[in-house]
């Protein structure tokens, strides 16, 4: 617990003196100091911007965005990582998404692909031994589609796995299709997302134009993973509510639910970062719009909950809803205030990912408890300041490399009643595709950091002394050895689920155990001196 | 219902794909050794996804800090050659995390853009970029040869290499090179040779790097590791000693050839027989007497083996895991009566091939393969104990076999850390998880009239 504000600016300029000129300049612009102004302006902060070689940053790579996070949660595709081993190894079940296929159902998550390459495909190219390795995977485990995720050296080489996806769709009749997410490519694992949506809209989304189970109120959630069983909670809630929840990109997922997302009428995107481009390609495509709804926090979801009935129309589907949030948040509440009386007045600080630093901040809230800092892993400026600020980022070079799809109005399948709907709706204040940020919803004097380092990181601890911190597994022990306790928002230290409000019951009683426990005032023993403060 | 389900009891021969692979790269072998040198920041050139993976996998198998850094290659660099990065690098590393020693590995991406890695840190010292008194070396370790153990094996031999200095004044040093094991092994193995009261450096060491207390403090450069001028003493060392061909005979081989020290390969001293041949090389090479409380140790493992024969003997078990531990694994349960009856290693060898065959000329035996063709014998040829890091565990309840973890990576258990596989003791700790998991079993199988008391 703090007694006196923390002196953010006094901060800033700590941590910007340990660096060599060059990176202490653009350290500087990733590093805000937080005040909000009228119509949520806030200052502008350097994001999505490469990571100073020799930091040590929290930061992975674009096979990580692509293939670890957007299609990792997906059961029923085969995906072969194509390059040396290891790739495919690191990302082989680490990211806790967790997936229901019933008894018999596909399920390939539990298994890791590799087209394992070796020297001689690195002189001679590993175009051959990838078709080779496509081959057996469809004739061991005849899968529906078979996906192909390419490792730094299958650029350098040359290797084509676009012409040999196709090459294969035609000889196996799957489909097969392939993602250049080289790890070098872009900053940060926010490139990787980016190619993600890239292919699964162009390869899977709209191939299935069957209406299946109810025909009102077709929603898909977009940017939920499933982490600890996120999904599952929220797919209960919505078909209490009455939705159909049609698809999700791309937790508790399957091959079939993509290709069947376009009817859908309503887009609900959690993650911005990670998946606002098919939002965007599906509304121009098929005119689906789509908001940015969250369910991290009890209040956050009747929120959401609320927004998605309202787009309906529906009386009966708003009154349904409004039901179920009432049984919920009463529930919510009884746990909500035994453990805020103990968090109460506390602080955190977050620093992880393209939404969770925001997100989370709702549960903190909840609590009572204050976050001191926070900033993203991957996010770009309009993560911090808002989609507003979207015209004005400057597209730098490594931006430019990532390929961006140029989405025209299927005029077959665009709903014209949908984009009308909105117009309507949007006249009556209601927000479409539109995220208004993290830092607008900060204190003022509040210090957000861009892709904080492992300098940064400790320097904030020994300093502002937070009582937890959030960040993910590398972070984790260098944070504990401090004296304090770290919550990782990645994989949720194996807890969890945290979304809807049975999760924001269970991240409650979590945080409570995190700052109270008695485990915290054991390190020293009796003879020896505390640690000076 | 099974959780890997998909996998078919029917073995179809494979040439390209690889299934759930019983290795992994090299640069996290490298990344690892290097945490054995005091003050050491492993430094990963390529983009940041290696060193963010390799951190994380480290750090989820020791549940403690992996402080390491890397060249954060972009586009750009993949296209122009990552001098420039690791230029950059060296100078925000010395300044922001001021280490003694910076040990680089390279990636399948530096590695297949030609990187001249020497070149460019001679050039980093040439140009007074390196503080005074500071070190920077590197390894090559691509990703795209070999496994984990090779990248261990090259920055190991790197670290004689580049850190170990001649300065022909014989210091009587035995030079321990440890395969890829654990802290608490690398501590077991010093206690050993201590024990024999025999001078020695032992390189690397992690033992008080991720084993580390809770203090309240994060020690960015923790207590242990060995320090640069104990590795520099090894040039004049009497003689050196591998524990594992695969992991460190290179290292041992380069000390031989660059600075005369003779050497002695050595397995892994993992049970009995090859803790004996430790024991015995250092003894013979040094003229000591065992100790008697060596000897009781042993002693204690012997009677240990007799007094549990029934429980062990005929049993089948399946191993996979690294080359080093599997052959003197398999000698070790072999030595109790057991039947080993499947292996796998995805790190390939002909040396590892041959030892392997001779220990268990009856086995199903793959060198280079994985843990899908591992699971598929198992549906073939079931077994009693399965032996192997902790991706065994989807095999072990689909088929419903007791699981002992052991190798790299352990994610789900803890005690690694702490408790040495190596050694007598090792061996009595091995043994008595592998009782543990039997006479369970046989508890939970067995029916009322067979329910034992007394075991």
Redesign the interface.
Known sequence: MIEQKPDAGQMKEELLA???SK?AKKRDSQMVINKVEEEEKVPAILANS???????????????GCKGVVLGPTRDIVN?TH????????????RRNQTDAG??G???M??????????D??VFGGEK??E??VQ??F???HPKAISIFS???V???GDDVHAVAKRMKEKLGINVFGFSC???????QSAGHHIANNQLFRHIVGLDDEVRGQTKFRVNILGEYNIGGDAFVIENLLERCGFEMVASFSGNSTYGSFANSQTADLNVVMCHRSINYVAEMMETKYGIPWFKGNFIGANATAKTLRKMAAFFEDQELSDRTEAVIKEELEKVEVERLKHEARCKGKTAMLFVGGSRAHHYQELFTELGMKTLAAGYEFAHRDDYEGRKVIPTIKVD??SR?IEELHISKDDEKYRKYLAERKERLEAQGYEFRDYKGMMPEMDADSLVIDDI???ET?KLIETWKPDVFCA???E????????IPCKQLHNYDVGGPYAGFAGAVNFYKDIDMRVNSPIWKL??APWQEA?AA | MALLRHTPKEIKERGALVVNPAKTCQPIGAMYASLGIHGCLPHSHGSQGCCAYHRSTLTRHYKEPVMASTSSFTEGSAVFGGQANLLQALQTIFAVYDPQVIAVHTTCLSETIGDDVPQIIKKSYDEGKIPEGKIVFNASTPSYQGTHVTGYANMVKAMVTRLVKKADVPNGKAVILPGWVEPSDMKEIKRLVSLLGIPFVMFPDTDGVLNTPMTGHHNFYPKGGTKVEDIAKAGDAKHGFSLGHVATQPALEELETKFKVPGTALDLPLGLLATDRFINALRTVYGVAVPEEIDVERGQLVDMMSDMEQYLWGKKVALAGDPDQLITLTEFLKSMGMDVRHIVTGTEGNYVDTRLKELNPEANIKVGGDMFLLHQWIKNEPVDLLISNTYGKYIARDEDIPFLRFGFPILDRQGHQFFPTVGYQGGLYLLEKILGLLMDRQDRDAPESKFELQM
Request: glycine share 10%.
């Open positions: 340990k660096y060599p990176v490469r990571t100073a070689p020799g930091i040590i940053t929290q930061r992975g790579c674009t096979y990580a072969i390059g040396p081993i290891g790739c495919g190894f690191y990302s082989w079940l680490t008894v018999d596909d399920n390939f539990m298994y890791s692909f590799s087209s394992d390459l070796h020297e495909n690195i031994r990838l080779q390795t057996e995977a004739d061991i485990f490792t730094c050296p650029g350098l080489i080289e790890g070098y490519k872009g900053v940060s070079a490594d490399n380092s492992a300098f400790e993910g597994v590398k984790k022990y260098v944070i504990q050895k401090m004296g390190i020293q640690v």
